[in-house]
């Protein structure tokens, strides 16, 4: 099972920009799926949450701004980001708690990490 992070790019402040997160493999459920970011220097911080419910949670920093959202037929998450800002620069990941089967068709519970994306924004 993995976490594929997608849809980092270059974008000028006030733009737009959709980030996904696709969870592959021998899937069973997920639960909280995550978006997290770190810049240069700096700590990574969770950006965003969305549980399996569809109820989101954001940082103070991007509320209104952000819209988290998950398909869960596509085992899928993405973050919605307008209104883009040079502070929003860094690298973005994506996490989600997820039961999946092993090779050895025992159920494992695990926290999984997607690669990162990069996201850039200009002033």
């Known amino acids: 099972v993995q976490l594929q992070a997608s849809g980092g790019g270059l974008v000028q402040a006030g733009g737009s920009l959709r980030l996904s997160c696709a969870a592959s493999?021998?899937?069973?459920?997920?639960?909280?799926m995550d978006w997290y970011r770190q810049a240069p220097g700096k700590q990574r911080e969770l950006v965003a949450d969305?549980?399996?419910?569809?109820?989101?949670n954001y940082a103070n920093s991007v509320k209104g701004r952000f819209v988290a959202f998950r398909d869960s037929a596509k085992n899928t998450a993405y973050l919605q980001m307008n209104s883009l800002k040079p502070e929003d620069t860094a690298v973005y990941y994506c996490?989600?708690?997820?039961?999946?089967?092993?090779?050895?068709?025992?159920?494992?519970?695990?926290?999984?990490w997607g690669q990162g994306t990069q996201v850039t924004v200009s002033s």
């Open positions: 996490s989600a708690d997820i039961n999946y089967y092993n090779n050895y068709d025992e159920i494992v519970a695990e926290n999984l």
């Open positions: 493999g021998r899937i069973i459920n997920i639960n909280d």
């Open positions: 969305i549980t399996s419910g569809g109820s989101q």
